[in-house]
Each structure stands twice: as structure tokens, then as C-alpha cells.
């Protein structure tokens, strides 16, 4: 390897076709009599042929050397290096391969622009099973010709709850957590502060329903709470937007409020349905095609259901000891699809959960034979 490049086991493991392991201290000493440090191709006898010479030790050199020449390298003696090593002249490696991991900043091999590399959260995966399991358990199926055939299999699977879990993990306060409109059950709830008076009550009801015939998402909070309790409840579901309807009304407007940074606009009522237009960007009710808002009433049992999922789920810091042995792995429904070599495709979905079957699956998609 180039001294500022970094091995990448998987890489190494696949070139070799068998898991690696580092070496012990004596092991290192027995084979290139040097301590670790000083370590190089040079007076060693290494195998030839990746497969034939399994009795010697193989020289791999990253194809980032490939080519290059006078280098410098260990010489297998404490202290002392070596300069002018050229790959082909000086030794020759067992064979070149692509061992190194590649770093943030590299070109794109397809289009030269520079690499970026970010954490991410695993949302769904996808394995190659090939003929593994099609072959032990003896399916088989007709190709285009009435030849029965084994299948290729694939494991495919999409956690559901891992998407809400990593939104509503990245996306949280004291007081619940906020939802982006595109998942969002509902994209606004509107809340009248008082359902006792007629005013307030039927402009809520006006404005819940203009924006529902705008194609928005609504929920109209008609329950006769004190408004903190609804305040309370429409921040800890994660609907993104809230309308007040409160004493304003009388002046024509209502607070428009953003969940996520509890800005607060006053928002003229005749305006209600441009102001979601502008902040949800949608013009088109055609693409949104219209549901019919609910009322609270109705609602009363989802945000209930919601809340014992959001529970349930130990998400984020509402319930910091229930996250804590929360696993996501326990949560993925594996749906299989077995693929003919013919139009033919099969779909089945299972919903046993998964109990670490993904992951010896994946040491035999590794190591293919
Ligand atoms: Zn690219």
C-alpha cells in the first residue's frame, strides 16, 4: 500500500476468497525477521499464482503502485528502509488488486468530481442470496422454453419505522418532534382556541376547509381543550404547521406557526391558502389529490394511536431508556422476490422478523465460490 493509504478489509477478503485476521507479533517476526514497522517485498519467497501456491505467503500490491517506480519501502530490518523499489524489477507481487479505501476528495471514476463522504442512517438493504437457498430448498421454476430452472434470489428489505425513527431523530425538542410535510400524516392542524365561540369555531372550520380544497393534508382540532393542551398535543405528533384561530380573528388574520422553529407569522385569513402555497411550494391540486380534512373527534384516535407507536418505538430523547434497547435490525420485514430467468417474478413477503440471518447472508454474497 502507498504509506497515506488506508487497507480496506472487505477488499482484501474478497481478492483472497477467505476472512483475514492481523498478525500476531511472533507471526510477523517468523515471516520477514523484522519487527512490524519495517516491513517489505524484499527476501521473502512469495507465492506466484493466487490459487496454485497456497503453502506461501501471497504479495499483494495495491493497484495504486501499479506502474510506479523507485520507491522506498521497509527492508526487514529494524531501522532501516529501502530506496528504489520498483513492482516487476526488485520483486515481483503475487498479483495487483484494489485494497485501498478510497477517501473524501477523489474523483468520481465516472465523472471526475470530487467525492464526499458523509455519515448516513441505513434505511432498507439489499442482498444477493444467488442460488444459495434456491438450490438447498430445491426451487425451481420455468423459463421462457417450459424448462424448470433455479432461480437467483434476492433479499430486499425496507425498514418503515427506521424512516420515521432517523426523521424524527434528527428532528426533535422537549417537546415532541417535527415531521417534513412529505411524511407527515398531516401537513397542518388547525386549532381554534376556543370552540365555544361560534367566531372562532367556524372560521377554523372556513380556513380547514379552503386549505383542504387547496389539496393540503388537514386536521381540524375541534375538541373543547384549553388551547395549551392542544398546543401540547400538536407539538409532540410532528405536524409540521399549525393555524391559531384566536381573539386575531377579529382584526381578520390567524398565527400561522412553523413546528420546527416555532416561528410565528400573522397571516391574513383571506391569504391562509397562498401563504401554505408559498411555504409547501405546491400550486397543482391535481398532484395532490384531495383526501377531505378530518375532525378532531376522528382524529382523537389517531393522535392516541400515534402516540402509543411513538412510545412504542422509544424514539429520540422522549424516552431516552426505551431507545437505548431499541434495535433496528429487530424491526426490518424481509420481503424476498425470486427472480426466473424468465418475465416471470415472484414476489413474497415475510413477515418473520430477522434474527441475524441478513448477516450470514452477506458473508456468502462476500465470498462467492
Ligand atoms: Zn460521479
Not at 405528533?237 to 406557526?257: A, D, L, S, Y
Request: glycine share 8%.
Amino acid at each position: 500500500m502507498r504509506g497515506d493509504h488506508q487497507l480496506n478489509e472487505a477488499k482484501l477478503n474478497g481478492t483472497v476468497a477467505i476472512a483475514t485476521r492481523p498478525m500476531e507479533e511472533s507471526e510477523i517476526k517468523a515471516l520477514f525477521k523484522s519487527p512490524a514497522g519495517y516491513l517489505g517485498p524484499i527476501g521473502i519467497e512469495w507465492a506466484r499464482d493466487l490459487k496454485k501456491d497456497v503453502d506461501r505467503p501471497v504479495l499483494l500490491v495495491d493497484k495504486a503502485l501499479e506502474g510506479r517506480t523507485h520507491l522506498i519501502g521497509g527492508a526487514n530490518k529494524e531501522d532501516y528502509h529501502l530506496k528504489n523499489l520498483t513492482p516487476g524489477a526488485n520483486f515481483q507481487p503475487t498479483a495487483y488488486a484494489d485494497l485501498r479505501a478510497v477517501t473524501a476528495g477523489e474523483a468520481c471514476p465516472n465523472c471526475e468530481k470530487p467525492l464526499r463522504i458523509d455519515t448516513a442512517v441505513e434505511i432498507g438493504h439489499i442482498f444477493k442470496l444467488g442460488y444459495r437457498y434456491s438450490e438447498s430448498m430445491g426451487a425451481r421454476v420455468l423459463d421462457k422454453n417450459g424448462k424448470e430452472v433455479t432461480p437467483i434470489m434476492g433479499s430486499y428489505g425496507i425498514g418503515i419505522e427506521r424512516i420515521l425513527t432517523a426523521a424524527v431523530e434528527q428532528s426533535n425538542d422537549d417537546n415532541g418532534f417535527w415531521l417534513a410535510p412529505a411524511i407527515a400524516p398531516f401537513e397542518i392542524v388547525v386549532t381554534p382556541t376556543n370552540v365555544g365561540d361560534e367566531k372562532l369555531k367556524s372560521v377554523a372550520e372556513e380556513i380547514a376547509k379552503s386549505l383542504d380544497s387547496a389539496g393540503f393534508d388537514v386536521v381540524l382540532d375541534d375538541r373543547d381543550e384549553r388551547p395549551g393542551v392542544k398546543f401540547k398535543d400538536a407539538d409532540l405528533v410532528g405536524i409540521p404547521f399549525r393555524v391559531t384561530v384566536g381573539k386575531k380573528v377579529t382584526e381578520g388574520t390567524v398565527e400561522v406557526v412553523l413546528r420546527s422553529t416555532r416561528e410565528v407569522r400573522d397571516v391574513t385569513i383571506s391569504a391562509i391558502v397562498e401563504c401554505f402555497q408559498e411555504l409547501l411550494r405546491r400550486k397543482s391540486e391535481k398532484l395532490y389529490p384531495r383526501r377531505g380534512f378530518r375532525t378532531m373527534s376522528t382524529i382523537k384516535l389517531i393522535l392516541a394511536l400515534a402516540v402509543i407507536v411513538v412510545l412504542g418505538m422509544g424514539v429520540a430523547q422522549i424516552v431516552p431508556p426505551v431507545l437505548a434497547n431499541y434495535s433496528f435490525q429487530d424491526d426490518l420485514r424481509q420481503i424476498s422476490v425470486m427472480a426466473a430467468p424468465t418475465p416471470t417474478v415472484r414476489t413474497r413477503i415475510c413477515s418473520k422478523r430477522s434474527s441475524g440471518k441478513p448477516r450470514n447472508m452477506r458473508s456468502s454474497w462476500r465470498r462467492p465460490r
